[in-house]
């Protein structure tokens, strides 16, 4: 359909569209319009990512003389095969109706690993090792060698890449997924991975990850030549102040100091090499950075890893301090400091300090300034290249504690060193780490906010709405949450406070063990296996309670029963076991003998799975997903949160659990021709400061009588609505609730929001 919102003409690829997705088009148009960031929850199963594309792609083409590019931020890379599936479908209405003038290049960008089509090189174990494969074979010293000798293998699709020159490798118009570029690079013997690097460039829309954005070492490589002009979506984005933070924290153990040793070791030997055959390269990085020329942005393709954007421009603009020019000198520096890190851990009790201080005893005791440490990450990636190092996988502990001096010597506020000589969790066993803890997610976004005239934050759980713009340090000119328009009540949440015997349930810490909670937790369970049909998928505050509370119910026999009913499923902490897990759960919903899955909030199953249709009709949260507050990282994030943007440490961590009891709970109803129940198991839910916390999709349908639910009263709810789930689906909405709009209910609406119509 085709239809009007202001003065723009949209391109929909759907002959109707839901109200809240016209009214998130209208409130994005007004974002566009402003040249501002903005906020926008829209619930689940909604269409939010077709919405986006349609109203920005749309935008673009009725501004030819001032075209717009997209960067659309996503946090899997299957979800980036989702959106780029969707962007195909539109791209081919738009061209449909519009023929050359809609023509666009959008690519979806990601890891070598998930690119290379060199056999020898992806067949790598981890994407280090496929990086490190892919440099050995396509560096320009590499190539140089073997030109003249045979034995020195080179990339066959890099070099065929590299010879057609800058100006013949154009992708035609279209949209291509990761499938697609692999399939292209395979038909023209050319590298997918480098041609997507050169075409992002060109590109109308760029489909990747937060890191391109986000993370300092990252994102001047492939982002750093994106235009003002640009609008930046990151999607699913209710995680992103934890993103933004762990993109700026590094943690250095034993182990990585003992590897920084060694790979100390390793490039003095490469030194004292060169020195006796080619010293005049040495000397002419010397005179390099003696006449302060920035490494990064005149690399070779092949050496632009080498690049490292994570110094502030001012600092480019310095040159390198002259006591680390030489190498020699560099590698004693970094000695020093090593050595230094190492007595730091040496430590029996927790310390606890700020980046000035540290710095100031780093200085003192090992004659290491701020300046020098500044440029640190920067100075050891110009030596490997002057050493042609390609094994970078060998070299990532120097580089680690490259990474961490650069931070420390940077930034002032907003970071905390935490030693710690053991896991309080396991006291007995030491495990000293040393940990450079970002608390300030603003750091790594305000970059983009700053370079970047409009970014949508977007999706389905940004609820509390207003802690967003705090957390992140913004002023959005649009923050709203949308309702869901459903013909039929298809969700149905409830609150669980108390088992069948009226003891309550909870898993506050002292009650959690509880014998009682956990048979009540157990019949709870048993009870809706066997009344539920297909699917039904169980989230744990933490791995260590689920392991605990499943082996209780192995003891008692609860588990043996529930088995009689549907086959049990365990996510672990190893991916290849969760995978396996999650198929054998989706065979046995599929062959209809029904499965249950356990899982954990904050896992990657809470994160990126979907439980559509009968994979999930039921959902049950047990107990109130909070972090663990005794970590000394998460009480140094508060206080800063508390002194800095006077947010209360209630109020965040009860934001953060309800996020991510929402985040799980959410992966049961996927589309409005789904249905699903939630059951939030834990007593504190009954109360208005918690509930109030859950986005207003799940609260519009959480009734007063679903507040405060027995174990047997929950069955018997479920099976009421089961039964009425069962009737005929009323898509089209005659019952007199207008859920879908069509091309002429758009013309009498206007530019009018939906929202304030009443159909």
Known sequence: MKFQIEEITVYFPYDHIYPEQYSYMLDLKRALDAKGHCLLEMPTGTGKTIALLSLITSYSLSKPQTPIKLLYCTRTVHEMEKTLAELRLLYTYQVKHLGESAQILAIGLSSRKNLCVNPNVVSGSTRDSVDAGCRKRTASWVRELASTNPNIETCQFFDNFDRMGSDNYVLPAGVYTLQDLRSFGKEKGWCPYYLARRMVRLANVVVYSYQYLLDPKVSGIISQEMQRECVVVFDEAHNIDNVCIEALSVSVRRQTLEGATRNLSKMAQEIDRLKATDAGRLRAEYNRLVDGLAQRGNLPITDAWL???ALPDDILKEAVPGNIRKSE?????????VQYLKGRLETENVEKEGPVSFVASINAQAGIDQKMMKFFYDR??????????????????????CDFATLVGTYTRGFSIIIEPFDERMPHIPDPVLQLSCHDASLAIKPVFDRFQSVVITSGTLSPIDLYPRLLNFHPVISRSFTMSLTRDCICPMVLTRGSDQLPVSTKFDMRSDPGVVRNYGRLLLEMAAAVPDGIVCFFVSYSYMDGI?????EVGILQEIMQHKLVFIETQDVVETTL?????RRACDCGRGAIFFSVARGKVAEGIDFDRHYGRLVIMYGVPFQYTLSRILLARLEYLRETFQIKEGDFLTFDALRQAAQCVGRVIRSKADYGMMIFADKRYSRHDKRSKLPGWILSH???????????MALHIAREFLRKMAQPYDKAGSSGKKTL??????EKLGDRDPADMLF
């Open 380 to 401: 050891l990636h110009s030596l490997m290249l002057t050493l042609e190092i390609t094994d970078t996988d060998e070299f990532l502990h120097i580089q680690t504690i």
């Open 550 to 554: 499943v082996n209780s119910w192995n």
């Open 581 to 585: 897990a999650l198929d054998n759960y």
């Open 741 to 746: 709009l069509s091309q002429e209910d758009l």
């Open 329 to 337: 000198h560099f590698l004693s520096v970094l000695r020093r400091l």
């Open 307 to 309: 690049s490292n954007p």
């Open 702 to 712: 959480l009734r007063d009588a679903h507040l405060n639910l027995s174990t047997d």
